[in-house]
Every structure is written in structure tokens, then in C-alpha cells.
């Protein structure tokens, strides 16, 4: 069982910056593709960015220019860099890794933006 653990949440005035991490219990080489999304109240849970086992990225048009996914493979984490941040970038950030037809999620973790 694949075990995904988020930090670096919090509470951050718009045009902040936060950087969220995901650390996974093995190696992150396993997976094809790792990302994170994100929900916020009353709606439905939305992509943030992918990246894709041979380094491709894929980011939501609202996140592009400010966010940044990216892998450390040394440490089996994900790391999403958030610039810029607006109020309505608030909401539970969950990291998703893929193994073919499975997927692993985190607990969440909340983002507020807020002043």
C-alpha cells in the first residue's frame, strides 16, 4: 500500500506564496504520472497540474504562470510551487499518483488565501 503524506499548507495573504509537498512511502519512478488537485466548498474536485514519468507537465489554464510542479526523486516527493496566490486559489490540495490503473491519494491539505 502506497502511503502519500502533504505538507506545507496554510493560511497566506493573496499574492503570497506556499509550497506544498507530497512524500510518498516508495519510489516515486513506480508511478506514471503524479499531480495535484484541488476542491473547494460546493464544488467539484478540480486538476491543478500533472507531471507525466518522462517530465511532461500540464498545469489548469486558472494556475498557469504562477504555479510549478515538479519531482525530487531523491526524496520520493512532488513538490507544487504556488506564486501569486489569489483568493479563489483557496481550497483542499490533494497530490494523486498513478500506477497504471490504480490511484493514491493524500489526506488533503488546506490552502486559504485570504487577507
Known amino acids: 500500500q502506497v502511503q502519500l503524506v502533504e505538507s506545507g499548507g496554510g493560511l497566506v495573504q493573496p499574492g503570497g506564496s506556499l509550497r506544498l509537498s507530497c512524500a510518498a512511502s516508495t519510489s516515486i519512478f513506480r508511478f506514471n504520472a503524479m499531480g495535484w488537485y484541488r476542491q473547494a466548498p460546493g464544488t467539484e474536485r478540480e486538476l491543478v497540474a500533472t507531471v507525466i514519468n518522462d517530465g511532461r507537465t500540464n498545469y489548469a489554464d486558472s494556475v498557469k504562470g504562477r504555479f510549478t510542479i515538479s519531482g525530487d526523486n531523491a526524496k520520493n516527493t512532488v513538490v507544487l510551487q504556488m506564486n501569486s496566490l489569489k483568493p479563489e486559489d483557496t481550497a483542499v490540495y490533494y497530490c494523486?499518483?498513478?500506477?497504471?490503473?490504480?490511484?493514491?491519494w493524500g489526506q488533503g491539505i488546506q490552502v486559504t488565501v485570504s487577507s
Open positions: 494523486n499518483f498513478v500506477h497504471y490503473a490504480l490511484n493514491y
